[in-house]
């Protein structure tokens, strides 16, 4: 279980609080969603709970230890809202080895072929992908790391209806062993398969619980 209790923060650059008094529980086993319009405060959650940035209040716990910014980085896996821009690796190949002390060829195929990234090579460089085939490479490196929170800022940004429906069964299949927090502007496509009690809509830095998507 992860936990985020009275969650504040407020950059010194803002004038106003950019997420507010967040409490949140997110269990293993099951997705979670949160939903809000741009500039709600969506991506800045998931930077918080990875330990990109750190809270003005307020404390994250898993199962039920406070955990400082390196121990949050460990244990989460985020995949950028835009990861093109966070790519370092020349090519796919490349990409899925960075952090990795050695990686099996299999192990590397198999990934990619879980992403729907079965026919792309590993010589392929990654800023050559489309849009949503990098999205779905930097979800191939997140996984490939084992994370026991995986955060998705818009997963289906990008992903035409062919690979959208296999992204998101994926997303529910990967939440059985660990906790799955997708973060999105169109909580209509998880319609069936976020559970209503697992959604909320943030709005101006307030969480709420949401009864979208059924
Ligand atoms: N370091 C910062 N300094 C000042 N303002 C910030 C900072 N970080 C975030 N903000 C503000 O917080 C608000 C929320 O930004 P955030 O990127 O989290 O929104 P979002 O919901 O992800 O939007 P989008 O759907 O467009 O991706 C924005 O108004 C942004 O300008
Ligand atoms: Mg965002």
Same mark, same amino acid.
């Given at each position: 279980?992860?936990?985020?209790? &009275?969650? $504040? ?8 609080? %950019? ?26 959650? =998931? ?10 209040? *307020?404390?994250?716990?898993? #199962? *039920?230890?406070? @955990?400082?910014?390196? #121990?949050?980085?460990?244990?989460? *896996?985020? %995949? ?10 020349? &090519?796919?190949?490349?990409? /899925?080895?960075?952090? #990795?002390?050695?990686? !099996? ?14 026919? %792309? ?15 779905? =490479?930097?979800?191939?490196?997140? /996984? /490939? $790391? ?15 209806? &062919?690979? $959208? ?8 299949? @990967? ?5 799955? =927090?997708? %973060?999105?502007?169109? !909580?209509?496509?998880?319609? *069936?398969?976020? !559970?209503? #009690?697992?959604?909320?809509? =943030? ?12």
């Amino acid at each position: 279980m992860l936990e985020l209790r &009275s969650l $504040r923060y407020q950059p010194a650059t803002a004038a106003e609080p %950019v997420l507010r008094e967040i409490n949140l529980s997110l269990p293993i086993g099951q997705a979670a969603l949160v939903a809000g319009r741009s500039g709600s405060g969506k991506s800045t959650l =998931l930077e918080l709970i990875c330990g990109l940035a750190e809270p003005s209040g *307020g404390s994250i716990l898993w #199962q *039920g230890e406070p @955990l400082n910014g390196r #121990q949050r980085r460990w244990l989460c *896996g985020l %995949v950028f809202q835009f990861p093109e821009r966070h790519f370092l690796g020349l &090519s796919v190949g490349q990409e /899925l080895k960075l952090g #990795q002390r050695r990686l !099996p060829y299999d192990t590397a195929e198999a990934v990619l072929q879980q992403v729907g990234l079965g026919s %792309v090579s590993f010589q392929q460089a990654p800023e050559r992908l489309s849009g949503g085939q990098q999205r779905r =490479l930097a979800l191939a490196v997140q /996984l /490939l $790391r084992n994370p026991r929170v995986l955060l998705l800022d818009e997963p289906t940004a990008g992903l035409d209806w &062919s690979v $959208r429906d296999e992204i998101l069964e994926l997303l529910v299949e @990967l939440s059985g062993e660990r906790v799955v =927090l997708v %973060v999105t502007h169109e !909580p209509e496509l998880f319609t *069936g398969l976020i !559970p209503a #009690q697992q959604c909320w809509s =943030l709005n101006q830095g307030v969480l709420q619980p949401a009864l979208q998507p059924a």
